[in-house]
């Protein structure tokens, strides 16, 4: 697919800022993994918590034997917003666009933040199922964001 | 903790504001502000500003201590801090931390102070145009979730989700606050009253968020003169309490206010005042039922009612029924932002809510309720650090037999 054809794809249009990891490298695998079209969160080694968003040591226990773990791509409505006000130049004629937080099905308590496929004006309510679709930005650093989908 | 109390200990003896203005129509700099509210303070106070000798404030406010005390030619300047957090967490925080000085013994007159110029400075609440964003926010601003409203937005959709609670309890607290303004000639709301009519009709910010549920950004400054009870009896005979004051956070709520770890917070749909609410009221003995008055931080109408309620003021149960505008009125329930808040008098960045309670304590307020004797004071909700005050009327005070009058 040409880059013109991913780009018509994207929920959002370009201009919105790139994510990267944080200075200390927190969340360098999750971004990494998303390239590849899989989903990975922090799993501590000791006492098994899931621990969303990374840190540098395991928050339930103290570990510092951190790594991550794949989960499924799958999840439920936990909280949405419609947004109406254009927060960012590049959303000027995108608005209303739906924001939504899920709940991941296989990693309970973990939640990930994205955009809900199709049309912003859509009805939607909590509990609803989703399924992550992997948002492909191609350039000289590409990157890959975690929308989501109706099932 | 327990037992330790700051109750009674220390007064609120002076008020300051300049003139409110909309946002970037400040003709004076930020510091001049300042400057002109820890005056009108001081003159408030009765002191010589020169006799202030520790400052506090909070949300990384620009008016460094060490300038201000040069500028005003302190004798001595012995306290100076600020609080953690770049919300409006902090204000009553800034307060307790004040007076914590003064209890020490490190200071005697604190001035807490907050200034804005957002012309000078760039808006406060602006999101950064930038092309990368890295860590905790990464994995929220490149899907459009960037502004206030929307960070904190999740947390009060969730939390009417799970009480069924109705846009006519948010639409109460902004009515509230109009209401309140169009009796305050300070306000910048002043003379232009909000129906419920327009509320309804105006556009949404972010569902479910109206226009008239997010603060206003605007310039000014506001300060208020701490000193100890056995000092301020020397100076004034109105002198208001600090009876109760608590500050800080619910476990895991995040690394960054709005950031991804803040939105896996296990408890989520909180206004983060669990653990601060319990203890404000027993270091001030006092039950929410005591509660005369409630000046509380608006961000976000939501975040009001959640705070207010994680005070115990109303379970979340009652909330359809609880926030209503005749509650909330001046005359109803438990009168609510009484000078206009961040919504309609001025966003002073909760600041001018302290100087409300002081007023309403004195029976000064232009929307006075029928002899006060607490006033709760809420600062940030939905962030963290937050923090929350009881202020007491001159009679909550220290008594003549050496007790401390309830
Ligand atoms: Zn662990």
Redesign the interface.
Request: glycine fraction near 8%; charged fraction near 15%; include cysteine.
């Given at each position: 697919m040409s880059n013109e054809e991913l780009e018509s794809q994207w929920v959002?249009p370009a201009g919105?800022?790139?994510?990267?990891?944080?200075?200390?490298g927190?969340?360098k695998e999750?971004?990494a993994a998303t390239l590849e079209h899989k989903l990975v969160i922090q799993r501590c080694a000791d006492c098994r918590h899931w621990?969303?968003?990374p840190?540098i040591i395991c928050?339930a226990c103290g570990g510092e034997q951190l790594g991550y773990e794949s989960v499924e791509p799958a999840g439920e409505i936990?909280?949405?917003?419609?947004?109406?006000?254009p927060?960012?130049?590049a959303?000027k004629e995108?608005v209303?666009?739906l924001?939504v937080?899920v709940e991941l099905d296989s990693a309970p308590?973990?939640?990930?933040?994205?955009?809900l496929v199709g049309d912003g004006q859509q009805s939607l309510a909590?509990g609803d199922r989703v399924t992550a679709l992997f948002e492909d930005h191609p350039g000289d650093e590409p990157y890959t964001?975690v929308q989501w989908q109706r099932v | 903790m327990a037992g330790r109390t700051i109750r009674g200990q220390v007064a609120l003896v002076g008020i300051g504001e300049t003139t409110y203005y909309k946002r970037g129509k400040s003709p004076d700099s930020e510091f001049k502000l300042c400057i002109d509210a820890i005056r009108n303070a001081c003159a408030d106070a009765g002191i010589d500003a020169r006799d202030i000798d520790g400052f506090s404030s909070y949300s990384d406010d620009r008016n460094d201590a060490m300038r201000l005390s040069s500028a005003l030619n302190l004798r001595e300047l012995n306290y100076s801090v600020m609080q953690w957090g770049g919300g409006g967490g902090g204000v009553m925080a800034a307060i307790a931390n004040g007076a914590a000085g003064i209890l020490a013994g490190y200071c005697d007159t604190v001035v807490v102070h907050r200034a804005l110029a957002q012309g000078q400075f760039g808006r406060f609440g602006q999101a950064q145009d930038t092309p990368v964003i890295p860590g905790e926010y990464g994995h929220v601003m490149p899907y459009g979730v960037m502004s206030a409203a929307q960070l904190f937005g999740f947390r009060i959709q969730r939390f009417m989700h799970e009480h069924g609670i109705g846009q006519e309890a948010l639409r109460a607290i902004a009515m509230a606050s109009y209401h309140h303004a169009q009796n305050n000639p300070r306000a910048v709301m002043h003379g232009k009253p909000l129906t419920e009519q327009m509320y309804d009709d105006s556009r949404y910010i972010t569902e479910p968020l109206h226009l008239y549920d997010c603060c206003q950004e605007n310039d000014g400054a506001a300060a208020v003169v701490l000193m100890s009870a056995e000092r301020a009896a020397e100076i004034t005979d109105r002198p208001v309490y600090l009876l109760g004051a608590a500050m800080g956070s619910a476990p895991q709520q995040g690394a960054e206010a709005g950031g991804i770890s803040y939105h896996n917070a296990p408890d989520y749909p909180t206004a983060n005042f669990k653990t601060l609410a319990p203890k404000a009221f027993a270091m001030a003995g006092i039950k929410p039922t005591d509660i005369d008055v409630v000046q509380s931080y608006e961000n976000f109408t939501g975040g009001v009612m959640m705070a207010m309620i994680e005070h115990g003021l109303c379970s979340p149960e009652e909330a359809n029924e609880f926030f209503v505008p005749e509650n909330l009125i001046v005359g109803g329930k438990l009168p609510l932002n009484t000078s206009g808040g961040n919504l309609a008098e001025c966003y002073m960045h909760g600041l001018e809510l302290v100087v409300e309670g002081v007023r309403q304590l004195r029976g000064d307020s232009t929307s006075q309720v029928a002899d006060p004797r607490h006033c709760l004071c809420i600062g940030g909700p939905l962030v963290g650090p937050v923090s929350t005050l009881i202020l007491g009327s001159a009679d909550t005070g220290p008594t003549t037999d050496g007790g401390v009058g309830a």
């Open positions: 959002l919105l800022p790139k994510p990267i990891p944080s200075s200390e927190l969340g999750f971004w621990q969303w968003g840190e928050r936990y909280s949405w917003q419609r947004c109406w006000y927060v960012h130049p959303l995108t209303p666009y924001v937080m308590g973990v939640r990930l933040i994205g955009n909590v964001l | -």
